[in-house]
């Protein structure tokens, strides 16, 4: 994944957050939530594989590039 994409996953994720007040956990577990947060990952990144998009998100949480849960 390219640094824009990287970016724009992050970005998409901290949006996620605040619009739906959840944990990485969280939104991984609700398939609501879950289908949610890949569409809106898939309009920004232009990538299409959901799993893809998911590790990339957990790696970026594992790397610390994403904020603990917003209170």
Known sequence: ????????????WLMFQREHDCSIDRMLCDPLLRQQYLDAAQQATGISDEQA?????VNL????QLPARMR
């Open 53 to 57: 998009l998911l590790w990339r998100t």
């Open 1 to 12: 994944m390219n640094s824009n994409n990287t970016d724009a996953l992050r970005d998409t």
């Open 61 to 64: 949480r594992k790397r610390k």
